[in-house]
Nanobody
Framework: QVQLVESGGGLVQPGGSLRLSCAAS????????IGWFRQAPGEEREGVSC????????YYADSVKGRFTISRDNAKNTVYLQMNSLKPGDTAVYFC????????????????WGQGTQVTVSS
């Protein structure tokens, strides 16, 4: 049974940082890509970042490039999303999701999802 569990969300002031974690069980990151998505109230879910399984290639939405960094620890079967220089527009529920091997654009390409963690950026 595949489970993805996000953690690390919270309330932070603009300009602050958070690190989200996505702990996977029932699959191994050696073979699965992990994507981070977010959804703000009243808006569609959007892709934020992704890391592929094979060569560790990383991808970022233009809105977070230079501020967010995705990484993985295969020994812990966990993917991280380091978020720096946070803005109010980053406020959303953040989800991680998995698919076999390679990153793909669009949430429909991902098979398993976590329950989400709330990130709120506000002064």
């Amino acid at each position: 049974q595949v489970q993805l569990v996000e953690s690390g969300g919270g309330l932070v002031q603009p300009g602050g940082s958070l690190r989200l974690s996505c702990a996977a069980s029932g699959l191994t990151l050696d073979y699965y890509a992990i994507g981070w998505f977010r959804q703000a109230p009243g808006e569609e879910r959007e892709g934020v970042s992704c890391i592929s399984s094979s060569d560790g290639s990383t991808y970022y939405a233009d809105s977070v490039k230079g501020r967010f960094t995705i990484s993985r620890d295969n020994a812990k079967n966990t993917v991280y999303l380091q978020m720096n220089s946070l803005k109010p527009g980053d406020t959303a529920v953040y989800f991680c999701a998995s698919r076999f091997q390679f990153c793909r654009v669009g949430d429909r390409a991902y098979d398993y999802w976590g329950q989400g963690t709330q990130v709120t950026v506000s002064s």
